[in-house]
Each structure stands twice: as C-alpha cells, then as structure tokens.
C-alpha cells in the first residue's frame, strides 16, 4: 500500500480513523478465538455511512479488497484479513458507537445519515 493511499484514507476518516502499526493493528488481525491470523496494510474505522462509502471508493479506485469487520466475533475467519498484507480492514466499531436506534421495532440508524 503507497502512502498516497494511506493519505486518502485519512483525509476520509481523519488522522485517528487510520491505523498502520503493526502493533495497534494486532488486534483486528485475528478472530476472537485466535484461530484465524492474517495481515493488512492497514485498519481503517470510519465514523458514519458517508465515511464507510468513501473508504470504500477509494479502495476500489486503487485496487485494494476490502475485509469488512463488524465486532470481530465471528467463528468462522470471515472478517480476518489473509496474509498478504494487501487488504484493508474495515472495522465498523466507530460506527457502531455512533449507532441509534429509532424505535424497538425499527433497526438501528447511523447519525448524521440520510433515510
């Protein structure tokens, strides 16, 4: 991953919705049960929908998959990046700290989105 790309996505999420150390990236990189390990050039946390499809763009546009992470709970390895390196992590936590609910027989909106 070229810095030019890092650089967008940071412009997207700002500077701490991007996470490129190895050591702070750690955490995302392995399912909840240690049995799924892999790589990636970096995490991205967008904070709302408009950021998630942004990152996303931007990320098609350079030719870069996507693993999409929702809490990370997952038995089955699904939201682990493989070991090339190349992938992006798209952790949904900011989002989900962001989320409301509208009413109990209603799902849960983003703030700050349309719909």
């Known amino acids: 991953m070229t810095a030019d790309l890092i650089g967008r996505l940071r412009h997207v999420v700002g500077p701490s919705g991007v996470i490129s150390d ?15 390990a892999g790589t990636a050039a970096a ?7 408009e950021e998630v499809a942004a990152v996303v763009t ?8 996507v693993v999409p992470q ?6 089955c390895g699904g939201a682990v990046p493989d070991s090339s390196g190349r992938q992006v992590v798209l952790s949904l936590t900011r989002c989900a ?11 849960s909106r983003w703030r700050g ?3």
Not at 27 to 36: E, I, K, Q, S
Not at 70 to 75: H, P
């Open 58 to 65: 931007v990320c098609r546009e350079a030719g870069v998959a």
């Open 97 to 107: 700290a962001s989320a409301t609910s509208t009413s109990p027989n209603r799902p």
């Open 43 to 49: 995490v991205v946390r967008p904070g709302n929908a």
């Open 22 to 36: 190895p050591d702070d990236m750690a955490g995302y990189l392995t399912d909840c049960r240690n049995a799924y």
């Open 70 to 75: 929702g809490g990370n709970t997952g038995l």
């Open 113 to 115: 989105t349309r719909g």
